[in-house]
């Protein structure tokens, strides 16, 4: 078996550590000797935790390297991702982290490294590269693109074949999806239990994918200069992760208390489930009241999505979008409040105007939150808004997901009774932009509401030039002999 344990194989400083996976799917990961194994569809069975672990069977060969991908760097570096993580495993193996380069250094010269890709041209950034083990941390983030490209630097001089390991959770809407179809019952969208890490072969001809049971079916069929790539799907859910559970008992109520769509996917890990128009918002959810109760305030915040481009004599028969500044504010009792919301389409110099008038009349105790577009001209214009709203509290945000990501946070919110909208002449125009989103064809104000509520829920509003959450580590002490550190 290629995976069992670590026991006897690593001393540190005489205690015996013995690191394997957990009985089940997650052993089964490990074990598999496709080509492409994927991992997962739904959420807390110990997905990251397995990918993370695999490179450790290389432990001694010094020619080997790994390369795990997650879509952001801030996806690896956020509170209890991939680099948090990693310092719970590789720092028992005499791991030596470098935080510049966000990789660790093992003592044989082993190598595994994280990285981003965020972007669709990053994937040429490993032109010339050679990876032996090519991880993959949430697939379905990824396009079809950077996965194929990078497949074709999965090459090994180590001794060790070259293979992929991938972890995800259920997107109806993912090229993953149907890649992993023959895994998947497409009544239910539920995975089916007896192919379970079952192998099946694939080529690939003009992008269409050639499936077989056996590799040398399809060299029979298409020629023996075919290179059939095997592939194995292994579902797990929070139940295959008892370890979890017993640590965090919270966390299954977690899955079980969100809205029906995400409870479908990361608790049943269902790949057909998926939101439309009129699931993220409705109408009902929201109570308009008369005012905001000032005492119980904690903080507030102007949240703008700005227009990107400016309003010329014709445009608006092509219906362009709105510039729009959503106020929120939240309670000390869970409560969120929109109290106002300014929408117009203006030229960029008019844009400012209206940003600069709105924060005068909201007052310095209002802070004021803007989404910044890629590129050096997006940080350009956001210094310029920074410079000309000197005096008040200010924070230029990048956003990382797809809008529909963005809003789930608030959606969830909003169905659970806990939003308040401060009547207004723009309550009819706002509740009718959420009704259809996201297929409704504007979705600047639900754009700006999911920035305003996530800015306040992350409890980054307040002191803008603290880093709350830089650079954490977690140490691992007291290992007792013939410990052992599943996940």
């Not at 991908?69 to 470098?98: A, M």
């Not at 077989?212 to 020629?223: F, H, P, S, V």
């Not at 269902?270 to 439309?276: L, T």
């Amino acid at each position: 078996m290629k995976f069992m344990s670590l026991s006897n194989q690593i001393n540190q400083k005489q205690t015996i550590i013995d690191i394997g996976p957990q009985p089940g799917p997650q052993t089964r990961f490990l074990q598999s000797t496709a080509n492409i194994c994927i991992y997962g569809g739904a959420g807390g069975g110990g997905k990251t935790f397995g990918l993370m672990l695999d490179p450790i069977y290389h432990y001694h060969n010094p020619k080997f390297v790994g390369v795990i991908f997650r879509r952001t760097t801030k996806q690896i570096r956020n509170p209890g991702g991939l680099w948090e993580k990693s310092f719970e495993l590789y720092s028992l193996i005499n791991g030596i982290p470098r935080e510049t380069s966000l990789d660790w250094v093992f003592p044989s010269g082993m190598n595994v490294t994280f990285a981003h890709m965020e972007h669709e041209n990053n994937k040429y950034d490993w032109q010339g590269t050679e990876i032996p083990f090519l991880g993959w941390d949430e697939l379905t983030h990824f396009t079809i693109g950077q996965f194929f490209y990078l497949l074709s630097r999965n090459r090994s001089t180590s001794g060790v074949p070259g293979y992929v390991r991938a972890t995800c959770n259920p997107d109806s809407k993912s090229w993953v999806r149907k890649f992993i179809d023959w895994w998947i019952d497409n009544n239910t969208g539920l995975p089916i239990p007896s192919r379970s890490g079952k192998l099946r072969w694939f080529i690939r001809e003009d992008d269409k994918f050639i499936w077989a049971d056996t590799r040398q079916e399809l060299i029979n069929k298409y020629g023996a200069e075919q290179l059939p790539t095997s592939v194995a799907f292994i579902p797990a859910s929070v139940y295959d992760n008892p370890i979890l559970l017993q640590k965090d008992p919270g966390y299954l109520a977690k899955l079980h208390s969100l809205p029906r769509v995400e409870r479908e996917q990361l608790l049943g890990g269902n790949w057909n489930v998926s939101r439309s128009t009129g699931d993220y918002f409705k109408r009902h959810w929201f109570e308009i009241v008369e005012s905001v109760p000032r005492n119980e305030v904690i903080q507030t915040i102007r949240y703008w999505d700005r227009a990107a481009t400016e309003v010329r004599e014709g445009d608006l028969e092509k219906d362009p979008d709105y510039t729009v500044g959503v106020k929120l504010s939240k309670t000390k009792n869970g409560i969120w409040f929109i109290e106002h919301i300014t929408r117009d389409r203006l030229s960029p110099y008019k844009n400012k105007q209206l940003v600069l008038n709105t924060a005068k009349l909201d007052g310095v105790n209002v802070h004021i939150g803007l989404d910044e577009d890629p590129g050096s001209a997006g940080k350009s214009d956001n210094a310029d808004y920074v410079k000309m709203l000197s005096g008040f509290i200010i924070k230029c945000f990048r956003p990382t997901n797809d809008k529909t990501t963005r809003a789930l946070p608030f959606s969830s919110q909003c169905e659970a009774g806990n939003v308040k909208l401060v009547r207004g002449s723009w309550n009819e125009d706002y509740l009718s932009e959420l009704e259809n989103f996201p297929d409704g064809g504007h979705d600047d104000q639900v754009d700006a509401s999911s920035g305003a509520f996530n800015a306040l829920n992350g409890n980054i509003i307040g002191d803008f030039s603290k880093n709350l959450i830089q650079n954490k580590t977690s140490t691992i002490s007291n290992i007792s002999s013939s410990s052992q550190l599943n996940w």
